[in-house]
């Protein structure tokens, strides 16, 4: 169609951000700070090259991934260990923090419960910022990899793409058939991937992550978790994403536990106070 007179006036309207979180409760960085200082290792799970494992992080204790043996994206997905329904809401947690999360920014919960799941207490990339083709680290924008997408778009299947690492992992987890394992998998945070979006286009695009060996994504759990993370089979995602071509690498889960009173004055947040009558 052609533009109308006034379109230059059109898109010269400034924007407004959608969720102002001015009111959003802020999390205590010092003190999660100090109390991660505290904190020692008392569980460790690897996820292998193109393969997922699963962990448990009770309330209060902290979880670290960490790059190991080179540079290497992962997916992220979280669970409240009570309920799996309630899990980690990818949309919501963007329309709050933005496309790309780092220090201070909290992984929030799917309706009703809306609350925080996790808050990112330290990240070892938050130099990168973003950079001049727009792309960013940790982010909340891409869904995972997966062998549905991968049969539309190739014809080919192709088992190790992170959707089917994180249903095969939590599947022997849980004891459950892949079946009712499958539609617990949700969008992830993509933990270290560089990831932005085109701007002639509009395309979502990753380039080669920035993770170097001994770089890490450290969480505070504001709830008991269940988390799962697969060592994507991208590698560090500079070429492509579904494959076995490109190289990959493990990545280490911590289980971190603070010292005692550490966490001083620290309450697990509720489930979100809305009283579910929807007009009626």
Not at 50 to 78: K, M, S
Not at 223 to 246: R, V, Y
Not at 251 to 272: F, T, Y
């Amino acid at each position: 169609m052609p533009p109308p007179p006034d379109a230059e006036a059109r898109r010269a309207v400034r924007p407004v951000i959608c969720y102002p979180t001015d009111t959003l409760p802020a999390p205590d960085m010092a003190l999660y700070g100090a109390a991660l200082e505290t904190a020692e290792v008392t569980a460790t799970h690897i996820a292998a090259p193109r393969e997922a494992c699963c962990f448990e992080v009770p309330a209060g204790q902290f979880f670290r991934i960490t790059c190991t043996g080179g540079p290497q994206v992962g997916d992220l997905n979280l669970w409240n260990a009570a309920d799996l329904s309630e899990r980690f809401y990818s949309g919501k947690t963007r329309a709050l923090h933005g496309s790309h999360v780092s220090t201070g920014d909290r992984l929030w919960s799917s309706f009703p419960a809306l609350r925080p799941l996790a808050t990112v207490v330290r990240d070892d990339l938050d130099w990168y910022g973003i950079d001049a083709f727009g792309g960013s680290v940790h982010d909340v924008i891409g869904t995972r990899c997966d062998p549905y997408t991968g049969r539309l778009l190739s014809g080919s299947d192709y088992h190790h793409c992170c959707h089917s690492n994180l249903t095969r992992a939590l599947a022997d987890h849980l004891g459950l058939p892949l079946a009712e394992a499958e539609p617990h998998v949700h969008d992830v945070l993509n933990v270290f991937m560089c990831t932005g979006f085109t701007r002639d286009t509009g395309q979502y695009f990753m380039k080669s992550s920035p993770v170097r060996p001994g770089d890490a994504l450290t969480f505070l759990a504001e709830i008991d978790l269940l988390g799962a993370l697969s060592a994507c089979p991208g590698g560090d995602c500079g070429a492509e994403h579904t494959s076995d071509s490109a190289p990959c690498f493990p990545l280490k889960v911590e289980i971190l536990r603070p010292a005692p009173d550490a966490l001083q004055g620290w309450v697990s947040p509720s489930r979100n106070a809305y009283d579910r009558s929807h007009g009626r």
